[in-house]
């Protein structure tokens, strides 16, 4: 057993450095804009060269990408950039018009790094810029007599209209150079529709990563709430839809007697070692992006960061099963009672939490529970906003699920007390399918995948699991069999540690 974690560890060290914790780790998308925060000139089109190309272009959320083959010293290719860069400006970064659908990427071939990969797609002349889905670019390859191919050389794009125009076609979309930030003609108000729910799969790791920044940035890390943030973190390891965050939030509960201990709050060692404990990224580097696909409002105050918290708590729930129901109300009650930085909100769901009078013995009663307090935040918030005029005029609050997307979940309208009759049944299944299914399915469908096998796969081990998890100590073990060896292993690791050694303080 020892030789075996030895050796996962060892694995587990060079294949997870997405989320290690030493020093200035920053996402190349989100590089964009941090340059453009600090006022120094900067690109908006993503560098990529040999050993980023893939990894890149495999984590996108975009559906296409563009990559211009260029080279430094050539003079069209630095006449060429300013139109290029007013495209990009549209797409790429947190400041995007149009974020999230189209990565515009540039590689040097003048670089000899690149050189390879510049061959790989017989780039004849420069600039030389190509279209397609993005995980078509990766490990992929062109030829000009290739007859069929899913990457395409865009033949028109000397300017930055030409080429705008071009995307247009392609897209059959009417993006222009002016567009203003928020005017969106991509953004649909019917967030019910499945489709669109696919693509929160990567809200859901934005709003993991920065509930995790918060968390770090205003030293919410306390003795008294070290504990919450354990049982929450166990609960991600085994259940977070996506496979990097559960990566990241087993990491993080291998370590985390080293990088907190109990007298972390109070520790001269918080200021000394930041580097070490604010750069740690739970979902990876790549995350957060900076912008929300699924959760992006209308206005730049509105959805976000707390939608994508209500979606993952909602992910979280239709994964689990019976044996962890209450743990998983516990983990969920005290997470938000203890991190979420709206006063407000954690008040009025720390209430709801304590109306609970008995224990949740099944997976079912809990989702169901979540389900019905957030149907009752979404009623008391439509008064209010429909009265102070603070909502997303594109997303007014609604009871969930709509009829469209579940007629079957109506049973009638009971007139005495206004309430709707629910099939609680149907609804289980509509959450079920709505957050676990169709939420990963973008996933899958876009091949990203893991070292260990694909998402889906991941995904639907994780649905199978055990009790196990009600017992932190015992947990890891039980948890090995029904969920990722990741999770498991990090949750036993955390548990043999404690139990081995005495505490270690940061000297
Ligand atoms: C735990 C918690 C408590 C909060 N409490 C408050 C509060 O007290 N006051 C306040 O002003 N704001 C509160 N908020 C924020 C508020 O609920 C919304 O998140 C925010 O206004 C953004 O709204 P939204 O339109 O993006 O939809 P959200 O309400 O954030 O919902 C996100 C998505 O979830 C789906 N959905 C909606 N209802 C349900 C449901 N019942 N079951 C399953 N899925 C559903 C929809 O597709 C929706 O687009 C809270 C947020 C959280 C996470």
């Known amino acids: 057993m020892k030789l075996f974690l030895g050796l996962f560890l060892c694995a587990f060290s060079v294949c997870c450095s997405s989320a290690t914790f030493s020093g200035s780790r920053r996402s190349i998308l989100r590089e964009v804009n941090d340059k453009d925060q600090t006022g120094v000139d900067h690109d908006y089109a993503v560098e990529l060269n040999a050993t980023n190309f893939d990894s890149v272009l495999k984590d996108t959320p975009a559906t296409f990408a563009v990559v211009e083959f260029f080279a430094h010293w050539c003079p069209a290719c630095r006449n060429y950039k300013p139109h290029y860069e007013k495209v990009a400006r549209l797409f790429n970064g947190a400041d995007a018009v149009h974020p999230g659908i189209i990565l515009l990427t540039r590689v040097d071939c003048a670089l000899k790094i690149n050189t390879k990969l510049c061959d790989k797609f017989s780039v ?9 889905a993005p995980p078509k670019f990766v490990g992929g390859s062109w030829e000009p007599k290739q007859e069929k191919s899913d990457i395409h050389v865009i033949d028109d794009a000397r300017t930055a209209d030409r080429l705008l125009n071009w995307i247009n076609k392609q897209t059959s979309s009417s993006f222009g150079l002016d567009d203003q930030k928020f005017q969106n003609e991509q953004l649909s108000s019917n967030v019910s529709d499945p489709e669109q729910i696919a693509r929160a799969i990567y809200d859901v790791e934005e709003a993991t990563s920065i509930a995790f920044d918060i968390i770090l940035e205003h030293k919410m890390i306390k003795p008294e709430t070290r504990a919450p943030l354990i049982k929450f973190l166990q609960l991600l390891t085994a259940h977070h839809p996506s496979r990097r965050c559960r990566k990241g939030a087993g990491e993080l509960l291998v370590s985390f007697d080293d990088l907190y201990p109990t007298d972390f709050s109070s520790s001269q060692k918080q200021d000394d070692d930041k580097s070490q404990v604010t750069n740690f990224q739970i979902c990876g580097k790549e995350v957060p992006r900076g912008y929300w696909m699924f959760c992006r409002g209308s206005k730049n105050e509105t959805r976000g960061f707390s939608c994508g918290l209500w979606v993952l708590l909602h992910s979280l729930s239709v994964r689990i099963e019976d044996g962890e129901s209450q743990f998983t109300f516990n983990a969920i009650c005290d997470f938000v009672h203890n991190f979420f930085v709206c006063e407000e909100c954690r008040q009025h ?11 949740f013995n099944k997976a079912r009663d809990f989702a169901l529970w979540l389900w019905s307090s957030h149907n009752k935040v979404n009623e008391r918030l439509s008064k209010e906003e429909a009265s102070l005029g603070t909502g997303d005029p594109k997303f007014p609050k609604t009871i969930w699920p709509p009829k469209q997307l579940c007629s079957s979940c109506y049973l009638g309208h009971d007139q005495k007390s206004n309430k709707i009759e629910w099939n609680q049944d149907e609804v289980y299944k509509a959450l079920r399918n709505y957050y676990g299914t169709t939420l990963v399915s973008l996933y899958k469908e876009k091949g990203i ?15 199978v699991a055990s009790n196990a998890i009600v017992v932190p100590v015992g947990a890891a073990l039980a948890i090995a069999v029904a969920s990722c060896a990741f999770g498991a292993l990090a949750c036993y690791w955390r548990s043999q540690q404690k139990s081995r050694k005495p505490r270690r303080t940061w000297n």
């Open 349 to 359: 769901f720390y209430k709801m939490c304590s109306s609970v009078s008995s224990p």
């Open 124 to 132: 004849g002349h420069y600039p030389m810029l190509f279209w397609g």
């Open 449 to 463: 995948v893991g070292n260990e096998g694909t998402e889906g796969a991941a995904l639907e081990d994780l649905i």
